[in-house]
DNA sequence: TTGAAAGCGCTAACAC
DNA sequence: GTGTTAGCGCTTTCAA
């Protein structure tokens, strides 16, 4: 038989409302009772039934992390910092990878409403979706927005994808780089065209011509950099010294091709990356790269929506990137 | 406001219980009486809260999944395996990533309680602790095991590791190596030791005596990977033609180091690994592995607990592998 | 084949 | 500061 709150009040001698009470931090109980109502909780390992509280309240302690992102690493990194949160204030995650058709079809909206999570954690390119965020609103169910195209007016977490982008793109300048190829990732994700935008400004501050032929497309996807990198390095009078492709998956596909063309990463090219997957150091050379603090910003998410006590908290928060500087990239030869 | 299981019960016309009985799929409604509640609940969006069906059933509709894997794509391939088999059947997947020492406080082991899920999935290594068995049969919380050690008396998904590193050994015997390195993986998960043994009596059975000098510890992690290559390709008169890594990332720690030792893969020494990750096709030469069905394996474990039925089908259900050859294995030279 | 009533374990609203 | 009384929305008796 399972310990409910009445067991726990009768063995602290008070009523059920008080251990409620107690158990929720609520205000108006005398510390001696508190500590009586603790006491008795821990002896009979009492822990409060999630489905009854659910029902009873309008909370559910239960969150949901919905994505359509092919990056296993990103994904799990994601979930780690929005696990760490949850434990913290006795919540737990629900996950619901889905791809923008499948959250079109009327099954999704009845399983979201039926769901009744306290908040929902939105990634890229989810997070743009606009009839995703009408359907929430609709649902009446509250939201964050991790990196997305705008802000919005939902709370939102992001880096500055420009600034890192163009601080990479400085650093490389700043070893002596003048013709640098950028790869650009899927034109979907929002990040996609703020670190090309980084990567413009910073040419355009030191006064170098921003030249359409070293840029390529990109999807994020490996293959996508190997056919960049085709395409960019095929000529050996013109091709750039350096690629920065904006991610680490497409980065290796540029090492990838450097390797069968017999150019030496980082003797004769420097390639770096973005994101710092695990893959940046398996890679050989070790990929330099921009770090994102992907943890940080599920944690930041499910905080937000955990405390939503604010209402709204419709603020956009800020973490901090990180340049990691490794073995593929130096100054250019000669 | 929320339709409730009365709105529908009064636009069908029928009472609540009925209603019950037809989302339930309950026996004893006429037809007639179930298309019309079914047609009252579509035209009315209807729903069931799940709070609402778990404090009144013994059922959540939850199903929890624990692990402490370090490998993002296993994680998530085992998550999405999981996540389909749940949407089927109106489910949802709650994740609990966590250490075994995390497992053993007495947090863990409320909230495992609090949580009332319909039953965890528990992969390697965690599949393999005795105590967080212990405790879920206490809880009496159903449970299945991927890829334990030993089945145990609870249900069972795993795919023959013996026998895939025995074709797979076979293989490389067949393409004519005599010296085959074999590097372990972690002592503590099950998949290492009948790895290791099919390596063995695939060179047993072909009548080549085992070596202890050619086989070399690891943990399944990049950087051991590169100690154990370090050791076994030390010394060129002895050194191995091939190099069968238990997982693909010590796999790419063998490559890596072969590169800097300006040991050619596969010219001059064949490597494979093992799960086919996504590095497997990002390495350069690409790698050959075994494919494991790690989605079909949480697919497989979270169907278990939905139709767990059958009250307990301790059966051991034993999926498919395949190998995967690809660029890094050849025969090798003279 | 159907329905009425009684909870599941908790919180909310209002007494005291 | 504390307790009482109703439900939350569903499933489970048990009766019709």
Redesign the pocket.
């Known amino acids: 038989?399972?310990?409910?709150?009445?067991?726990?009040?009768r063995e602290a001698?008070?009523?059920?409302?008080?251990?409620?009470?107690v158990?929720?931090n609520?205000?108006?109980?005398?510390?001696?009772?508190?500590e009586r109502v603790k006491e008795a909780a821990r002896s009979l390992q009492?822990?409060?039934?999630l489905?009854?509280?659910g029902?009873?309240?309008?909370?559910s302690y239960l969150l949901a992390l919905i994505y359509d992102n092919p990056s296993p690493s990103y994904v799990t990194n994601l979930q780690g910092g929005a696990i760490e949160a949850c434990r913290k204030s006795g919540y737990h995650l629900i996950i619901e990878p889905m791809t923008a058709e499948q959250l079109r079809s009327p099954e999704a909206e009845t399983m979201l409403s039926?769901l009744n999570v306290d908040g929902v954690i939105l990634t890229p390119p989810l997070c743009d979706d606009i009839d995703l965020r009408t359907m929430l609103k609709r649902l009446n169910i509250s939201y964050v927005l991790v990196a997305p195209e705008k802000p919005g007016r939902a709370p939102t977490v992001i880096i500055d994808d420009r600034m890192a982008a163009r601080q990479m793109t400085d650093f490389m300048l700043g070893q002596g780089h003048k013709r640098i190829g950028f790869i650009c990732g899927h034109a979907s994700h929002s990040s996609s065209h703020h670190r090309m935008e980084g990567y413009q400004q910073a040419l355009e501050a030191k006064g170098i011509a921003y030249d359409p032929e070293l840029v390529a497309k990109g999807d994020f996807s490996f293959r996508s950099g190997v056919e960049a990198a085709e395409r960019l390095l095929a000529d050996p009078q013109t091709r750039p010294t350096a690629i920065f492709a904006s991610n680490d998956d497409m980065a290796a596909g540029v090492v990838s091709v450097a390797g069968r063309m017999g150019i030496g990463v980082p003797e004769q090219l420097s390639v770096c990356g973005f994101d710092d997957t695990p893959l940046a150091q398996i890679l050989w050379p070790k990929l330099t790269t921009v770090a994102q603090p992907i943890g940080e910003m599920g944690r930041k998410a499910a905080e937000i929506l955990i405390d939503r006590s604010g209402g709204g908290n419709p603020g956009v928060h800020t973490l901090d990137f990180e340049l990691v500087i490794r073995e593929s990239t130096r100054a250019p030869a000669g």
Chains 1, 2 share one sequence.
């Open positions: 038989m399972k310990t409910t709150i009445t067991d726990v009040a001698g008070v009523s059920m409302k008080t251990v409620s009470r158990l929720n609520e205000p108006n109980v005398a510390e001696a009772t508190r009492y822990s409060p039934n489905a009854a509280r029902l009873a309240s309008s909370r039926r």
